[in-house]
């Protein structure tokens, strides 16, 4: 199946409204795409963050396929139990069908606390998708940096200050971790691009060992824009070159989204208040685009358009 | 009763624990090696590998994960297992909570082993007792031929629906762990047959969708953790019946207090795991020269066996507590406070004694025990303490 128009997305909804996300965040989208792919038979290991605390609140749930949230930092270990359990019942005749086994973390609990386990199951090799929703800080305490805040980004604990402009130092390449453990898949991907995102889904469910889909998650408190923007936002990362959207399969990295004219990065920057004392830093700004020409470079994206 | 054929083998504590951990047919084990804990883990991937166990084995980065692993699993359905010792348990410690909190019926051995700084890797029970508030039902054996037996035991009371909570089964390290002995097995079926595979009440089942480990808001959360303490305080009388009834099948009956000479003794000593092997050797020798001493050895620890122990010491005239871990900065040891936090509200009005003995391996020698003894015949003609906590052995310790 290739998903090209919302048409080609199946009619069935697995992730429930009326849970307690903020207005314009897009994990909703995301989870709602997820579990349109991967169907009922599908299991949703969550780790403690955003995405958890707001669609989970005790006596109601938003997921209409079994979850389970552990803890914080094991969120790829739990997922391994489940793998393995599924594994040795099915050969003892215990149960009868498989399940889709998906992980929902942020990028605190994959790029730093729980970076371990997850290395430790994708060194293993255990049958998993794995998405990482990256809203580039910690969200869920209230925007405190991490290991994948982009440089130049403030934050509660990168202040702005005379020795300091926000974040000094470039997004951990978490992705580029992922694949050094030798995945068999791995993507990015953006909810602004919902059909590119349910295609790398549906590649990821079907690998035979781990995948990795790495999800830019425009964060409305904490990038500090309106509600209205989030598409919109996203939507600029990739067409900055900030955020190219590709995939690594069997060794090859493919480009899915093309951009044959980029856009400058201060159109991305402008639009959100975690980057509003750069509009006074133009080196700053340079830095930027400096890293986000390389990316161009790296997935084949266009100059920038006059 | 026709008696039951058992099967002598000569396995060390390690040995016997993964034999019954494959007699019980786990689905899912996962574990971090670690001294002393190591040569379980490597027998049970043996086992596995040759065939003999039909289960995953997943060796993961960290004991954290290890926890994780089988908590997961036993949400799934799965029967599980996981063992490690002193760091490695204490690195398991956040899980441990959650385990029990989730009500899963993961059994875990526990080598026994002190915890650092400095390292060591010798026994004492700092890494069991750290977790006492955990949720977990603690056993503690004295023996590998009951470390053997309460493997089993462990996992009729954990999946038991009355009590649906992790059991962690503490063995000595190095003491048990690695001393070959003759341990009498049972045959695989009898094993099968003890522990039946019981419904889990929820699993996560796309047919039947459950939401495990939610967010519960102040509304609801102290409600789900009084459930826990229930369950653990109901799990005492499903501990009995699953000893009695192990019993009656193996010929060997344990009970959650265990005494030598406690009836008429005036002065009674209490241990916990294999060294009350060496106590209960001088308590015969004490009765002997007509010494009217006992031996309490707990082998529950959790949920603590209040009224047996009530039971026991009531009438004696001195009791002893030996702790092989320290609360600093607190009274005494962890068992010291437990008992006697039990004797002032229960009213019972016997002098008690610390000892803190054996720390990081140190050996407690029978004259040690001796010595425990002749401080506790002070104590009854006194009927006062010289003081609440003695260092046994301890060099530099000069009361």
Avoid at chain 2, 1 to 28: C, E, F, H, P, W
Avoid at chain 2, 44 to 71: C, D, N, R
Avoid at chain 2, 212 to 228: H, N, R
Avoid at chain 2, 314 to 319: E, L, Q, T, Y
Wanted: charged fraction near 20%; include cysteine.
């Amino acid at each position: 199946m290739i998903y090209r128009t919302v048409r080609d997305l199946p009619t069935e909804e697995y992730f429930a409204p009326g849970h307690g996300l903020c207005a314009g965040c897009p994990i909703g989208i995301l989870a709602k795409i997820v579990l349109k792919v991967s169907g009922k038979d599908s299991i949703i290991v969550n780790a403690t963050g955003c995405g958890e605390v707001s669609t989970t609140l005790y006596p109601s749930t938003a997921w209409r396929v079994p979850w389970i949230h552990l803890a914080f930092e094991n969120a790829a270990a739990t997922a391994s139990g489940v793998r393995a359990a599924y594994d040795a019942m099915i050969k003892k005749g215990l149960l009868n069908k498989d399940a889709n086994i998906i992980v929902f973390a942020g990028d605190g609990g994959t790029a730093d606390i729980g970076l371990q386990a997850l290395s430790g199951a994708l060194e293993r090799g255990d049958r998993f998708l794995y998405i990482c929703y990256d809203n580039e800080a910690y969200m869920n305490t209230g925007i405190q940096r991490s290991g994948a805040t982009p440089f130049g980004a403030w934050t509660t604990t990168t202040p702005l200050g005379a020795k300091l402009s926000g974040r000094e130092i470039f997004k951990k390449d978490l992705i580029g971790i992922a694949i050094a453990h030798k995945v068999r898949y791995a993507a990015t991907a953006v909810p602004s691009y919902p059909f590119d995102l349910a295609n790398k889904i549906e590649k990821g469910l079907k690998v035979n060992g781990p995948a990795f889909i790495h999800v830019l998650i425009p964060c409305t408190t904490g990038w500090r824009f309106d509600p209205s923007f989030t598409i919109k936002i996203g939507k600029l990362a990739v067409q900055t070159g900030l955020w190219p959207l590709y995939e690594y399969e069997n060794g090859v990295f493919r480009t899915t989204v093309p951009v044959p004219r980029r856009k400058p990065v201060i159109e991305y920057l402008k639009l959100q208040g975690r980057f509003k004392h750069l509009l006074n830093k133009p080196e700053l700004i340079t830095e930027i685009q400096k890293y986000a020409d390389e990316l161009a470079q790296r997935f084949g994206l266009g100059p920038i358009e006059q | 009763m026709q008696k039951l054929k058992q099967i002598r083998q000569t396995l060390s504590g390690n040995y016997a624990v993964a034999y019954a951990v494959k007699q019980v047919d786990v689905d899912v084990i996962s574990a971090y090696p670690i001294t002393p804990q190591t040569t379980m883990v490597e027998k049970l991937s043996e086992y596995v590998a040759t065939g003999e166990l039909q289960a995953e084995f997943i060796p993961v980065e960290s004991e954290h994960s290890a926890l994780s692993v089988v908590t997961a699993a036993a949400a799934t359905g799965a029967r599980v297992f996981t063992s490690t010792s002193s760091q490695g348990l204490l690195l398991m410690h956040e899980i441990l909570f959650i385990t029990a909190a989730l009500r899963l019926p993961v059994v875990m051995a526990v080598a026994n082993r002190a915890v650092s700084a400095p390292i060591n890797i010798w026994n004492d029970h700092s890494d069991a007792m750290d977790q006492r508030d955990t949720g977990w039902i603690q056993i503690f054996a004295e023996s590998s031929q009951e470390a053997y037996d309460t493997m089993i035991q462990a996992y009729r009371i954990a999946e038991d629906l009355r009590v649906r909570l992790p059991v962690m089964v503490n063995f000595d390290g190095y003491i048990l762990t690695h001393t070959y002995e003759p341990v009498d097995t049972l045959p695989d079926e009898h094993v099968k047959e003890f522990t039946p595979r019981v419904k889990p009440p929820f699993r996560l089942n796309p047919d039947e969708p459950v939401s495990i480990g939610t967010l519960a808001p102040p509304d609801y959360y102290y409600e789900v953790k009084y459930q826990e303490i229930n369950a653990i305080e109901n799990s005492l009388p499903v501990i009995e019946e699953v000893s009695k009834k192990y019993g009656d099948l193996s010929g060997r009956y344990y009970s959650n207090v265990e005494q030598t000479s406690v009836n008429d003794a005036d002065i009674v000593l209490v241990s916990m795991g294999a060294l009350s092997g060496t106590a209960r050797h001088v308590v015969r020798e004490l009765r002997q020269h007509n010494i009217k001493a006992g031996l309490i050895r707990l082998r529950l620890f959790r949920p603590f066996p209040i009224k047996s122990i009530i039971d026991l010491i009531s009438d004696a005239k001195a009791v002893g507590i030996i702790d092989r871990a320290v609360s600093p900065g607190a009274v005494g040891g962890p068992v010291f406070m437990e008992i006697a936090a039990i004797m002032k509200l229960y009213g019972i009005d016997v002098p008690i004694v610390n000892f803190i003995a054996g720390l990081g391996g140190r050996d407690v020698t029978p004259s040690d025990i001796k010595y425990m003894f002749d401080e506790l015949q002070l104590t009854a003609i006194s009927g006062k303490p010289k003081r609440p906590v003695y260092y046994i052995g301890l060099r530099g310790w000069n009361p």
